[in-house]
């Protein structure tokens, strides 16, 4: 679908205004312990070549043979995308010449892929709303190896540990419109590898990687000529390497110039996108049917089998969230970005209050884990753990004032939540005797005060204070509060 135009999103230029019109090849490493066409270790971080196998190497009489289940999760990720599946498929070679690539080919495909058009609903953060971004196909293709120039000053070295390795590329329609939209929409598709367990989306280590193709144009002109920012591997690399790029473009047509279409790489130190090579286009890397592999045929049964054991994706979690627990959209939208943390959470709300949990989960868990740049995988707090903090406020045993006490006890030394409290004397005070007692020692030590108080009934929040400090933090706040009313004769 074509997006339609948003002035909020349009850029200013000198002379104009202008929208940025983007779509995105995401090339996702696919989950599986060996090559897609051999059976060579995928393992990340292997000394140099040491994951290699004859196939990958491009030895004379080497054969390629598929390995099922790289075609199982491409299947598994077409699903999760809403998208066609192709029960026949053809594998293509793509030549070029590169010394990381041995074959002087990669085995790709090119006009039948194994999943066709589908569709990814994406929530935009920072501006509200969402878009929906067309999936425009995905296929399974070979990774290639890596240069390496900076090991010697006159020499190049070669590691093709990653040759072979799985890819899948999955190409978005030109739907998104601003540096937000993109960042948004990788975010959201990486969500979905990971919960399909297609692809463990670790742009560092390269799992996942993007090519950025940008143009501009006046709203509502035809599209620009478009260039492709190779290889980025930051979602917030993405969102720079888009702003530079729209804005380059720009002010070379503003000046009178034209954009040539060509691949161009982003520098993050510099913070601008670089020229690399002129684009090529399809004709140029000559794709023929590769004779070495049948084409691919599976079954609607395959699919079917498949479908049925897909995983809860996050929008169905994210809705089942919502009506389930009564978390507003964003709660539900936080819990859900990764399948870890809305398993915890879930394990957390168990029986217990649906809101209470999530906003212990968020703000506490999440906010202590962020501080600290810790995983929901990392958390020195259990499910079990954070779930028994919430039962001793829900039962009166604990104010949350002393929860949050208790909670950073649980963090730093662990322990049974319920043990502490009694071992350490948390229990909250809830004999209203005893802060009777306390309310009318603050009351007699401050006289003028309770005289303000009744005049002006929104400072008995004062003697609350007073009265919480003098316990602790341990007498009931309610109590407290029904106490200070009664004395000061206030509603």
Not at 33 to 58: C, E, I, Q, Y
Request: hydrophobic letters at 40%; a negative charge.
């Amino acid at each position: 679908m074509t997006a339609a135009v948003n002035p909020a999103k349009l850029i200013k230029g000198a002379v104009d205004d202008w929208e940025v019109v983007i779509g995105m090849e995401i090339h996702a490493q696919v989950t599986s312990r060996s090559k897609l066409f051999s059976g060579a270790s995928t393992t990340f971080g292997g000394a140099p070549n040491d994951h290699v196998s004859l196939v990958d190497a491009a030895m004379p009489g080497m054969l390629p043979v598929i390995n099922a289940e790289c075609v199982a999760q491409a299947v598994r990720t077409g699903l999760g995308l809403q998208a066609q599946i192709n029960l026949r498929s053809v594998f293509d070679r793509k030549n070029y010449f590169y010394p990381d690539l041995p074959q002087g080919y990669q085995i790709s495909q090119y006009k039948s892929p194994i999943v066709g058009e589908g569709e990814v609903i994406v929530e935009l953060p920072d501006s509200g709303g969402q878009i929906t971004v067309g999936i425009e196909r995905l296929h399974l293709e070979q990774d290639a190896g890596k240069s390496i120039h900076d090991l010697s000053p006159t020499e190049s070295f070669v590691d093709l540990n990653r040759s072979g390795v799985a890819l899948m590329e999955i190409v978005s329609k030109p739907d998104m419109r601003s540096s937000e939209e993109a960042r948004a929409y990788v975010t959201k598709l990486r969500t979905i590898l990971r919960y399909l367990g297609t692809c463990d989306g670790d742009m560092e280590k390269g799992s996942l990687r993007a090519d950025v193709n940008v143009s501009v144009r006046r709203p509502g002109a035809p599209l620009g000529t478009r260039c492709e920012i190779k290889n980025v591997n930051s979602i917030r690399f993405i969102g720079q390497a888009i702003e530079h790029e729209a804005r380059r473009q720009i002010a070379i047509i503003e000046d009178g110039g034209t954009i040539d279409q060509e691949t161009r790489l982003f520098d993050p130190g510099r913070g601008e996108t670089r020229s690399m090579r002129s684009k090529e286009e399809a004709h140029d890397y000559r794709y023929f049917p590769d004779p070495d592999l049948l084409p691919l045929e599976f079954d609607q049964a395959f699919v079917d089998g498949l479908a049925a054991h897909l995983p809860e994706l996050p929008d169905a979690k994210k809705a089942r969230f919502v009506a389930a627990y009564g978390l507003t959209a964003y709660d539900a939208s936080v819990l859900t970005a990764e399948r870890a943390s809305a398993d915890f959470f879930e394990a957390v709300a168990a029986g217990r209050d649906g809101k209470a949990a999530a906003n212990w989960v968020i703000n506490e868990l999440f906010g202590r884990l962020n501080k600290e740049g810790k995983g929901i995988e990392d958390s020195p707090v259990s499910a079990a753990q954070l779930g028994a903090v919430i039962d001793l406020i829900a039962d009166g045993t604990i104010s949350g004032k002393i929860a949050k006490d208790l909670f950073e006890v649980v963090w730093t030394e662990g322990g049974d939540p319920r043990a502490l409290v009694e071992s350490r004397g948390m229990r909250q005070v809830t004999d209203t005797g005893e802060i009777e007692a306390a309310v009318d020692a603050i009351m007699a030590a401050n006289p003028e005060k309770v005289e303000q108080a009744k005049a002006k009934p929104t400072l008995a929040g004062w003697f609350v204070g007073q009265v919480m400090k003098a316990t602790g933090g341990k007498a009931a706040p309610a109590a407290v509060n029904a106490l200070v009313k009664a004395k000061l004769g206030i509603e």
